[in-house]
């Protein structure tokens, strides 16, 4: 499967920011999917996930109530609704597709494929 990451870009604290990622190549329903993000220096990080249904969803601790997963499977599409944006949010986000369809992965290792990231920065 084929993933195309948007919808980074420059924003103030506070603000919000939808990213979007949209699949093709195989059947978007077999996968559960979700987002990471990869600050300049660190190791990348879980941020959200969502089975394939979107009945299951789970959320990195750093962005619960303020993040939110969801998805369009007539789209083949998922998304990361970002509000009340930190510094701290900026990095390169990265969607991804995992085989374990029928949960919320955090594992790194458990996802097969990756889409390019969408660079989000949150300053002033």
């Known amino acids: 499967v084929q993933l195309q990451a948007s919808g980074g870009g420059l924003v103030q604290p506070g603000g919000s920011l939808r990213l979007s990622c949209a699949a093709s190549g195989r059947t978007f329903t077999s996968y559960a999917m979700g987002w990471f993000r990869q600050a300049p220096g660190k190791e990348r990080e879980f941020v959200a996930a969502i089975s394939w249904s979107g009945g299951l969803t789970r959320d990195a601790d750093s962005v619960k109530g303020r993040f939110t997963i969801s998805r369009d499977n007539a789209k083949s599409t998922v998304y990361l609704q970002m509000n009340s944006l930190k510094p701290e949010d900026t990095a390169d986000y990265y969607c991804?597709?995992?085989?374990?369809?029928?949960?919320?992965?955090?594992?790194?290792?458990?996802?097969?494929?990756w889409g390019q990231g969408t660079l989000v920065t949150v300053s002033s």
């Open positions: 991804a597709a995992s085989r374990a369809w029928r949960r919320t992965p955090i594992d790194r290792d458990e996802y097969d494929y």
